[in-house]
């Protein structure tokens, strides 16, 4: 037997492991290590006021989200409506942080679209067009989303899209409670 | 009780697909006439037993029998009857149902239209799809019971996602599980041929009528779920790259190459390995895809939910299929000589590039596919690929395979001189680059060097494919379905090739705020006037409704109307926008929020030739379908006939 007829055989058990891992894995529970670290600061332009900016400092002293966006992202479309209704319903004070979006030398033209179009939930949006934010939070995907607390630690994470059910058994339940919480 | 029936008719089909797998596969070893008799009646058989199956899943939706799970969990009685049908395959279990009644469906095809087959080689093929039949049924009996019976049935059945209550999404699914099962068959003939040892050119005769007709549903299920995107999900969108709808093109891309790397083999038994591993390629992607989108590895915004039970039992499936048709492939192959020899330029040649360059596409699109996947697998984090990646990537690779779709036509068997080519080549060249730059020039609005190459590629397929339809020497009518078939083909792939370049660089896309029976928004000819909003309800949901008046040079042109739809409680709100189709533009509005003071937002597109995307996908499925049709394989079923009359006589 030639070995050379024997690589697709070879090739297929590699990807069978590969998939047999993937089952055991749940694409949307994460540990990160930024858990109860303080969130990284930032400092980035806003979308709409361009000559502005927005910086970890503004959110002090408020239970808030951030949320990773991209309008190239299927999963963030996926999400939004939950997302939304979220903000809205317990006003919660969120940053949408879009991540790398299109267009980096003229940014912002899909972002704007894709936020008309669905709607904007966001209480700002900062652009990371670089993707360094991204990094120092330590974004692996989009969609994410960070609960960061009053004094400014991340709380906890959510990677991939938001669904109604997570909302009401995970984030709604950890803002309520976070919101007792002394902001000294 | 007509639930009891399907499901017992299930239970059946299983019993009869381990008949129909094992008897015909050892009679053929053992020599014994009767076993190998077996095949027919248990292929027609198979499929009366997964037809009663199916008809009654459809029986429950249909009437509303909500002690039946899966229509409580997806069909209402609010549903129009359409609907409640399309239902059936709009959920895991239903869809592996339909997977299995369709696979029973080409079972019994192959075993009608199999005259020109001798009886072991159709009783191997039969026992094939068999052992492939058993995992499907074995799949659903044990986790994913389509009949399963609630105590307490609810006197209401639950919404389907609205985004499914839509007619192209009714026969997109059946489509494409056409498209992905058709290439059973081909899988089939190859394995059949390798355990026969008998990888000679007739396999591949007999195969490649089976493999267009697969790639006939494969294509036109593609082209649909394309067209339903855009429409459906207001995203003015035609292609997003998500692992789904990857999942299709995989196979259509091996598809295609297996189409012509079987033309190879056929007339010139050369890539003799090579083209049973694309056949082999070909099914194992569509499993692949099967897989990826039942198992819940991958995130998506089409996947049902996710269960690692049946993710579990569909990668064993997988491994048992593959893993053996690769051994024994790994077993067979080296037996293969390749009689055909040729020279480095020559149609042997010119097909390879057509196939490197299709399996490196298909190669790097599965990468981006299970990328993240990967990553995860080896505890590095958690990425998504997006679309920069697969555009970046595709688009030089398919520079290659476009400009060889031209050439590849004109090459001559075993050897070909490059003076000749270039002598025919010429022409169609020169033709070409013209008109992909006086074009840009002339009638579109700006000059963009990406959109002269598309056009250049675009031309260069659509003028070549013209002169050498041309030059097949007998009038148009003469001539053989195939080469009907293959010009309309090319022809239809260039028509693709124009819609994506002209509706990539010179779309337009707006956020306007407009203000009800105040001025409206211009975009080139077009003007747009907002006139009023009002409530709309339907069928099966409400709406809120916006009439949009469009003008073309200041003359009245058509009204539209953008919709946001709610379908009731537990769903999204749905956007429909307004389309106004043409075949050089499409006008596009989706209808946004409200501002006050009557005005709203609004999405305005100016989309070039977005239709020709498609326009471009029903002409290479109606190239493949008149190629299926091509009157050689009746004939060789003739020539076969008479010559075991001859040996009968004798």
């Not at chain 1, 972002?111 to 990094?135: C, H, M």
């Not at chain 2, 089909?13 to 014994?32: E, H, N, R, S």
């Not at chain 2, 494969?218 to 339903?228: A, C, D, E, M």
């Not at chain 2, 896309?509 to 001025?519: C, G, M, P, T, Y």
């Amino acid at each position: 037997m030639k070995k050379v007829y024997l690589i697709p055989l070879i090739f297929f058990i590699l990807l069978a492991i590969l998939l047999k891992i993937g089952l055991h894995l749940n694409p949307r529970d994460i540990p990160s290590p930024f858990i109860g670290k303080p969130a990284p600061a930032f400092d980035l332009p806003r979308l709409y006021q361009k000559d502005q900016r927005i910086t970890s400092a503004d959110m002090k002293g408020k239970v808030w989200v951030l949320n990773v966006f991209a309008s190239w992202c299927v999963s963030c479309r996926a999400e939004h409506v939950v997302l939304s209704r979220f903000i809205r319903t317990h006003k919660v004070p969120t940053i949408g942080l879009n991540y790398k979006d299109y267009g980096t030398e003229e940014y912002g033209e899909d972002v704007l679209s894709w936020l008309s179009q669905l709607g904007n939930p966001y209480t700002f949006v900062a652009v990371d067009k670089e993707g360094r934010t991204g990094i120092d939070w330590g974004v692996y995907g989009v969609p994410e989303s960070f609960v960061v607390d009053k004094k400014g630690i991340i709380r906890y994470k959510f990677t991939g899209p938001v669904t109604q059910q997570s909302v009401e058994d995970i984030l709604v339940p950890l803002i309520l409670k976070l919101r007792e919480e002394s902001a000294s | 009780m007509i639930p009891e029936v399907g499901h017992f008719a299930l239970i059946l089909a299983l019993a009869v697909a381990i008949i129909q797998a094992i008897f015909p596969l050892l009679g053929v070893q053992l020599a014994k006439p009767q076993w190998i008799a077996l095949a027919k009646p248990t292929a027609h058989v198979q499929f009366m037993l997964l037809a009663i199956a199916f008809t009654c899943l459809v029986y429950a939706f249909v009437s509303d029998d909500f002690s039946v799970k899966l229509a409580a969990s997806h069909s209402n009685t609010q549903m129009p009857t359409i609907y409640k049908v399309s239902a059936v395959w709009g959920n895991h279990e239903g869809s592996l149902l339909l997977w299995a009644f369709v696979l029973s469906a080409w079972g019994m095809l192959v075993s009608i239209f199999s005259r020109s087959i001798p009886a072991v080689m159709l009783a191997r093929v039969i026992s094939v799809m068999g052992f492939v039949g058993i995992g499907f049924l074995l799949f659903m009996i044990m986790t994913s019971n389509p009949f399963e019976r609630l105590a307490f049935p609810p006197a209401e059945g639950r919404t389907l996602n609205p985004l499914l209550q839509d007619p192209g999404l009714a026969i997109h699914p059946p489509m494409l599980y056409m498209g992905y099962v058709g290439f059973s068959v081909a899988f089939a003939f190859a394995i059949a041929a390798m355990l026969g040892s008998k990888l000679d050119a007739a396999w591949a005769r007999w195969a490649r009528p089976w493999t267009n007709v697969a790639w006939v549903f494969l294509t036109g299920g593609i082209t649909l779920g394309s067209w339903w995107a855009y429409y459906e999900l207001g995203w003015g969108g035609w292609w997003f790259w998500d692992p789904v709808e990857n999942a299709s093109l995989l196979p259509w891309l091996v598809g295609t190459a297996l189409i012509h790397s079987l033309a190879v083999t056929e007339k010139r038994a050369a890539f003799k390995s090579w083209t049973v591993l694309l056949a082999i390629f070909a099914f194992s992607l569509s499993l692949l895809g099967t897989f990826l989108v039942r198992s819940g590895v991958l995130t998506s915004v089409h996947s049902f939910a996710a269960d690692p039970k049946r993710g579990l039992f569909v990668l064993m499936f997988l491994g048992v299929v593959i893993g053996a048709s690769l051994t024994l492939y790994a077993a067979r192959a080296p037996k293969l000589q390749s009689t055909g020899r040729f020279e480095l330029v020559s149609r042997e040649v010119g097909l390879l590039v057509n196939n490197i360059a299709l399996i490196t596409i298909t190669a790097t699109v599965l990468l981006g596919t299970l990328y993240p996947l990967i990553i995860d697998a080896l505890g590095m984090g958690k990425i998504s690929v997006g679309p920069p990646y697969f555009n970046s990537i595709t688009i030089p690779l398919a520079t290659v395979l476009f400009t060889m779709m031209g050439v590849g036509l004109f090459l001559r068997w075993k050897n070909d001189s490059p003076e000749r080519l270039i002598k025919i080549l010429r022409i169609p060249a020169i033709m070409a680059l013209v008109v992909a730059v006086v074009l840009p020039l002339l009638i579109l609005p700006e000059f963009k060097w990406r959109a002269v190459l598309g056009l250049l590629l675009a031309s260069w397929i659509a003028f070549t494919a013209l002169l050498w339809f041309s030059g097949q020497g007998r009038s148009p009518f003469k001539k053989p379905l195939a080469t009907w078939g293959a010009t309309l083909a090319h022809l239809g792939m260039a028509v693709t090739i124009t819609g994506i370049t002209l509706t990539s660089m010179y779309s337009v896309e707006n956020d306007v705020r407009l203000v009800a029976n105040k001025a409206g928004y211009v975009v080139g000819d077009y003007e747009f006037k907002f006139i009023n909003i009002e409530n709309h309800t339907g069928k099966n949901y409400k709406a809120i409704r916006a009439t949009v008046d469009v003008f073309q040079n200041g003359q009245p042109l058509t009204t539209l109307h953008p919709e946001k739809r709610d379908y009731g409680p537990g769903t999204m709100p749905m956007t429909e926008a307004g389309i106004d189709g043409g075949f050089t533009r499409d006008l596009f509005v989706a209808l946004g929020e409200p501002l006050g003071d009557n005005a709203w937002s609004f999405r305005i597109y100016h989309k070039p030739f977005v239709r020709w995307i498609w326009l471009g996908g029903i002409l290479m499925a109606l190239g493949g379908l008149l190629a299926a049709f091509d009157g050689r394989y009746r004939r060789t079923r003739k020539i076969f006939l008479k010559d075991k009359a001859k040996r009968v006589a004798a």
